[in-house]
């Protein structure tokens, strides 16, 4: 199978995102693979490794799967590394992802997260985003996407149930602030999931 060539290191277990997405494809090109068969494979490595990791493809491996394109020619392969170009193995089932959207609620404390975690999270996000004292916070709650069930009618539930029967019990807490650099304005984010209490899941830089 496909995955005997292309396997994550200790370290890669770490990478999120954009930067776990670009891994897997230079993975996939080294090993043979054309540009766009690479692209193909790197994107569903991605949804099974994180779906592996979490049980699910939350907001930030969503927009990752859909934002990046292949722009050029998909039949480029790397003589340098195989004399022959591999073929990727197309399964004949899909696999099967659970994806989860974020449902903005009111304040952490309506959603029993302390305000001592708060500031641990916000300590712990100094290192990437200095000066968080006065950034915007947001908190969602994960809320399992269903194609069963109609969005208008999920939406009415989740304002008489902010809990909501699809919920994962994990909650995200958005930081955002804005730095004005050469008279233009760059707005950073982090995204970090916290579980029932309060501990970090996972944490998503966009600068």
């Known amino acids: 199978m496909l995955d005997q060539h292309v396997r994550l290191t ?6 999120i995102g954009a930067d776990l997405l670009g ?4 993975r996939y090109f080294k090993e043979g693979y054309t540009t766009g068969e690479s692209l193909m494979q790197a994107k569903i490595k991605l949804a099974k ?6 049980g699910y493809l939350d907001g930030e491996d969503q927009k990752t799967l859909l934002s990046f394109v292949l722009y050029g020619d998909p039949l ?38 302390e305000r001592e975690t708060v500031r641990a999270v916000k300590k712990a996000l100094r290192e990437y985003l200095p000066g968080l004292d006065d950034a915007e916070v947001r908190f969602s709650q994960q809320i399992t ?15 008489e149930n902010d809990k909501g029967s699809g919920s994962t019990g994990n909650i995200v807490m958005t930081v955002s602030k804005h730095y004005n650099v050469a008279e233009r304005v760059h707005r950073h984010y982090a995204r970090v999931t916290l579980n029932p ?11």
């Open 10 to 15: 200790a370290q890669s277990d770490l990478l």
């Open 23 to 26: 891994y897997l494809f230079f």
């Open 49 to 54: 490794e994180m779906n592996r990791r979490q």
């Open 76 to 113: 480029v392969d790397n003589q340098a590394y195989l004399a022959k170009s591999r073929r990727a193995i197309r399964p004949r089932e899909l696999p099967k992802v659970k994806v989860v959207c974020d449902h903005q609620t009111g304040e952490c404390y309506d959603l029993g997260i």
């Open 145 to 159: 996407a269903s194609d069963n069930v109609d969005a208008k009618m999920r939406n009415r539930e989740l304002k």
């Open 197 to 207: 209490q309060g501990k970090m899941l996972k944490i998503a830089v966009s600068r």
